[in-house]
């Protein structure tokens, strides 16, 4: 029996109709899409934290607003991701709990310190950047509310990607102070973001899968090779330089190739040992308990209420 379930569930996903959740589904596929979504939705949050940090030390009032659109934004990004992931039968509390506790991850990229201004530009162009090479293809998901949520993160993502862009755009104008700046923060920001794709296909125990599931329309190394051939032009126009002494052009490939990556680096950050894990969970931990006076608040009164209407129809 549950043969031909899986068989029917697989041929839906080959013909491209969308998984609802109410649909059945493998068990396997909903843990790796409540594993992934939720994941994606603790990103989204943790991802505020690094960007949080200039609001207050922004150079403009206009610097100011976008960047507060931005962090507002990513707010949404997870409470749309959160609730998408509720939908496959896991409630939001354990989700934070998952958080907290370590047992879910968030994207490493969020693990590095935002030293100077420049380094939001660097996060709105290479981190977001990133995200939508990424987030473009989940928009085709086959699972219904994750797809569906997707679309309207995007949009949003381009307005993130073009004013970090613009910042640096404005700084390779600037000052040699400024322009030392810019190069500084693409120094540290690059290879972060070049990792943030995964690890490469032959060591990622998802990927295959996941291919077959259409949650994943291309592999990490596809996205990632997406992102090099797509910054390497883009670095030309804020004459920077990106750190990595072996990009050249392939002809054959049709690709830039590039240097390789610390593997090591990446999972000691997956592991916990980046430069801000610790304090960037400790701020999360945090905003859970001080927010919990609110939660027992709104809790409290949707008690009151529904008692209130109980006894009116009662009456
Ligand atoms: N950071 C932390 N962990 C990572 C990672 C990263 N950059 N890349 C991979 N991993 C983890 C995976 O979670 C998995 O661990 P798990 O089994 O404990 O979950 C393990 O490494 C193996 O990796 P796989 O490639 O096999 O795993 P996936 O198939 O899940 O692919 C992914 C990883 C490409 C990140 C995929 O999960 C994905 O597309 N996630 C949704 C998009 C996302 O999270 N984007 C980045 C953050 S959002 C963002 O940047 C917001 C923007 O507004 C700033």
Redesign the pocket.
Known sequence: MENNLEQAFQAKIDREEKIEPKDWMPEAYRK?LI???S??AH??IV?MLPEGNWITRAPSLRRKVALMA?VQ??AG?GLYLYSACETLGINRDTLYEQLHDGT???????NYPTLTWADIGA?GWL??G??IM??VP?CRCSYGPYARAMVR?CK??SF?QRQGFEILLTLSKGSDEQKNMLQDAVNRWWWPSV?????S?K?????AR?MNWK??RFT?DE?RQKFVDVCYEQAKVLNVKLPDEDIKWNEERGHYDFGAIDWDE?WQ??KGNGPCNKQRVAARKKAWDDGAWVREAALAHSNKRSERLKNKKVA
């Open positions: 790796t594993r992934q979504i994941q994606h990103s989204e991802g931005k934004d990513e990004h879910a991850k968030y994207s490493s990229i969020f996060i981190v977001d990133a995200a990424n987030q989940l993160v949003e993502e993130h990792m943030m794709f995964g690890p296909d060591d990622s125990p998802h990927t996941s949650i994943k990490n996205l990446f950050v997956v």
